[in-house]
């Protein structure tokens, strides 16, 4: 039983960086595809980025291209969402969420979700 806890939100000034971690217990993350979702008030939850199972590739939405890096630490069981050059349009509840292998970006397809970290960009 896979079980996933976020943490690394907080205030942020525009221009900010974060770096969000995923860590993981019950099960090795590496084998499982990781997505970052976030979901700002009223709108739907988006995926952000993913690791598919392995590492073997990534994938980022377009808005955040250039901005954040999601990557793995295999020995502390964790993912990690680098988030460089926050912008107000990021503010929302970050999740992590696991699949078995293959990355999507919907999250419906996911089996199991962290808690959620909030992240504010503001001035």
């Known amino acids: 039983q896979l079980h996933l806890v976020e943490s690394g939100g907080g205030l942020v000034q525009p221009g900010g960086s974060l770096r969000l971690s995923c860590a993981a217990s019950?099960?090795?993350?590496?084998?499982?595809?990781i997505g970052w979702f976030r979901q700002a008030p009223g709108k739907e939850r988006e995926g952000v980025s993913c690791?598919?199972?392995?590492?073997?590739?990534?994938t980022y939405k377009n808005s955040v291209k250039g901005r954040f890096t999601i990557s793995r630490d295999n020995a502390k069981n964790t993912v990690y969402l680098q988030m460089n050059s926050l912008e107000p349009e990021d503010t929302a509840v970050y999740y992590c969420?696991?699949?078995?292998?293959?990355?999507?970006?919907?999250?419906?397809?996911?089996?199991?979700w962290g808690q959620g970290t909030q992240v504010t960009v503001s001035a």
């Open positions: 969420a696991a699949k078995w292998r293959l990355c999507s970006s919907v999250p419906n397809e996911y089996d199991t």
């Open positions: 019950g099960d090795i993350l590496d084998y499982f595809a």
């Open positions: 690791s598919s199972g392995n590492g073997g590739s990534t």
